[in-house]
């Protein structure tokens, strides 16, 4: 069983609707991240949280908002997406930073599609 | 900014050895090396850090030229476990850390 994970595995939405994908880890880490992995792309950082501070947002789209209520969780909202925002969405943790030394454990992913 | 890998895709047999390159365009602080499996997700492989320390968790080895700004991954005598797409990733000044595009690995037996 993966220290992160990550729920729902799939997700299709229609672009007027809203929804949440959750990321839980079980690591004691104090940064999380959320990803976007397109296929022929390298994987996109979207948003960094440390000690549940958002200490990045890489120009993402304001359609993408993020919450981090504590350490733990981390949430990514979606509304009014459009199709080219279908992607496997990725989260990580980490003991804290974004990179150095600490290495990123990353949970399954969702899989969203936007019809 | 982001790095540069090659191959961008190789085919190996069972027992054959691969290197896989990435390079930056800017200098290294650490390169951080992962695998994902298809429908996976990334796995932690190894960190190198500027001054030469490692860390990893498997037997596979790595190099890390700050010179050259770039790092190679060795897999040797592969396994039918190693196929997989690898990323590495680069920490460069300010903490700004990116991933390269990958490289598929098939190992055949």
């Known amino acids: 069983e993966t220290g992160v994970t990550q729920t729902p595995r799939h997700l299709v939405m229609g672009m007027t609707n809203k929804k949440s994908l959750k990321c839980e880890q079980h690591l004691g880490h104090n940064a999380m991240y959320w990803y976007k992995q397109s296929a022929k792309k390298p994987l996109e950082l979207m948003f960094v949280?440390?000690?549940?501070?958002?200490?990045e947002n890489n120009s993402v789209p304001s359609r993408f908002s993020p919450e981090c209520p504590n350490s733990s969780h981390l949430f990514l909202h979606l509304h009014t997406l459009q199709p080219e925002d279908s992607a496997l969405y990725l989260c990580?943790?980490?003991?804290?930073?974004?990179?150095?030394?600490?290495?990123?454990?990353f949970g399954n992913g969702t899989r969203l599609t936007v019809t | 900014q982001q790095p540069v890998q090659s191959p961008q895709a190789v085919i190996l047999r069972e027992g054959e050895d691969a290197v896989i390159n990435c390079s930056s365009s800017?200098?290294?602080?650490?390169v951080h090396w992962y695998r994902q499996k298809h429908g996976e997700a990334p796995v932690f492989l190894m960190i190198?850090?500027?001054?030469?320390e490692q860390k990893g968790h498997e037997k596979i080895s790595a190099s890390f030229n700050e010179k050259k700004q770039q790092s190679s991954l060795y897999l040797t005598a592969s396994q039918l476990s190693y196929s997989g797409t690898y990323f590495c990733g680069t920490e460069t000044s300010g903490n700004q850390f990116y991933f390269g595009t990958g490289t598929s690995l098939t190992v055949i037996p």
């Open positions: 990580a943790s980490s003991q804290g930073g974004t990179g150095g030394d600490s290495p990123l454990h």
């Open positions: 800017k200098a290294l602080y650490s």
């Open positions: 190198l850090l500027k001054g030469g």
């Open positions: 949280y440390n000690f549940k501070e958002q200490t």
